[in-house]
């Protein structure tokens, strides 16, 4: 995911938590309590789960985290699998253009914006 923060909370706790994240809270600064003030009732509990909760609150417990916007997060994800599956899957920019819905000029500025080098493609 995009930001470190988010590629962090996704290792740990999945995709759905660190979109709850960015829903909840996206655009802003939350404080993260330390883990001994965690409890099902805190908000971020709420949002992501206990066990979750307690596992951002051990590593950022006592800190201000600036939550990507969900808008944000969403795209970068988008483009961190455009590149994903042109690098490793092999797919075309015309191929990825069409699964994603966007012009084949974004998918190759997605690319270069990723420092991926562009295979030449023919026109069928």
């Known amino acids: 995911m995009a930001s470190a923060l988010l590629d962090e909370i996704v290792a740990f706790a999945g995709f ?7 829903r909840g809270w996206g655009g802003r600064v939350i404080y993260v309590p330390k883990s001994e003030n965690m409890d ?9 789960g206990l066990t979750n909760a307690r596992e951002l609150s051990h590593r950022y417990g006592g800190e201000h985290l600036a939550i990507p916007a969900e ?8 483009n961190a699998h455009i590149v994903a ?19 084949r000029k974004m998918v ?6 990723a420092g991926v080098q562009r295979r030449r493609e023919g026109v069928a």
Do not use: F, W
């Open 85 to 103: 599956k042109y690098r490793d899957a092999g797919a075309s920019v015309s191929a990825l253009s069409l699964e994603y819905g966007i012009h």
């Open 16 to 22: 759905n938590a660190a979109l709850e994240l960015c």
């Open 40 to 48: 099902q009732a805190h908000p971020i509990a709420l949002a992501i």
């Open 71 to 78: 808008r944000n997060a969403l795209l970068e994800l988008r």
């Open 108 to 113: 190759a500025t997605i690319l270069d914006r």
